[in-house]
């Protein structure tokens, strides 16, 4: 809280941006991950 005090009001925009973007890459990621494990999943396997 007292660290809050200290910072102006354009450092606090910044830092809740980054937080932003931050989660998007975050969400997005997980999503292509979880595309990649759906896709893989309806391929039927090799038998050999």
């Known amino acids: 809280m007292a660290e809050d005090a200290k910072k102006s009001g354009s ?4 830092e809740g941006r980054n937080f932003k973007a ?3 890459v975050g969400i997005g990621s ?3 991950v979880a595309a990649l494990l759906y896709a893989r999943s309806g391929k039927p ?3 050999k």
């Open 11 to 14: 450092e606090k925009e910044t």
């Open 30 to 32: 997980a999503a292509i």
């Open 22 to 24: 931050g989660m998007a």
């Open 45 to 47: 396997k090799k038998k």
